[in-house]
């Protein structure tokens, strides 16, 4: 079955560690997406890719890191310099320039601790 | 710039009747709308979508009304189960920015049997 799949589900980390969240599709889209999530204030775009080798900031960029060496393949790297890190992240894959919607993987719960 | 708003965080239902979750936007440019359907701990999953050519756009017990001149959207769902009770989101596009999808802040759906 195809699918987007994120892992690990739960992750702790230490202040001043970096960490990294995986992001993995099989549905041969080529745009994903890092969205967080926090109470009240709905998702928010992290990062984005239209394309392998390519990426484009999004909102709440600061503080983060992605790559886009393969076309199934879109880590997110929460880095150090991230404020307030711990959420509940998500990420998302679509047909590129269809506009017709994403399919979401199951998230990854973030705490630092 | 919030491009979309949900003003209700909560809205609480009886089981059986309508539930009527809202949405507006400012960006004349959308031309593409989705509702998306979150239990806690999960990815979204796709609801209903909606083309700026129509007004409205119906799927079982799910129906999504659209006002441009109002630049207001909204989702009945008649009649209402326990099982619909999740976190509604309202999301938008426009064909000028690809696949990309700005989301609203979500509305907490409760429905008491």
């Known amino acids: 079955d195809g699918g987007i799949t994120q892992s690990p589900k739960y992750l702790f980390r230490k202040e001043g560690q970096n960490v990294t969240l995986s992001c993995e599709q099989n549905?041969?889209?080529?745009?994903m997406y890092w969205y967080r999530q926090d109470p009240g204030q709905g998702l928010r775009l992290i990062y984005y890719s239209q394309i392998v080798n390519d990426f484009q900031k999004g909102d709440i960029a600061e503080g983060y890191s992605v790559s886009r060496e393969k076309k199934e393949s879109f880590p997110l790297t929460v880095t150090s310099a991230q404020k307030n890190p711990t959420a509940f992240y998500l990420c998302a894959s679509s047909v590129r320039d269809s506009g017709y919607g994403y399919t979401f993987g199951s998230g990854t719960r973030l705490t630092v601790v | 710039d919030q491009q979309v708003k949900q003003n209700s965080p909560s809205l609480s239902v009886q089981e059986g009747r309508i539930s009527i979750l809202n949405c507006d936007y400012t960006?004349?440019?959308?031309?593409?709308f989705l509702w998306y359907k979150k239990y806690p701990a999960e990815g979204p999953t796709f609801l209903i979508s909606i083309s700026s050519i129509k007004d409205k756009n119906e799927d079982g017990r799910f129906t999504v009304f659209l006002n441009k001149s109002a630049k207001h959207l909204s989702l009945h769902i008649v009649p209402s189960q326990p099982g619909d009770s999740a976190v509604y989101f309202c999301a938008a596009s426009e064909e000028t920015s690809g696949s990309r999808l700005t989301f609203g802040e979500g509305t907490q759906l409760t429905v008491n049997p």
């Open positions: 960006n004349s440019m959308f031309d593409y």
């Open positions: 549905l041969n889209h080529d745009a």
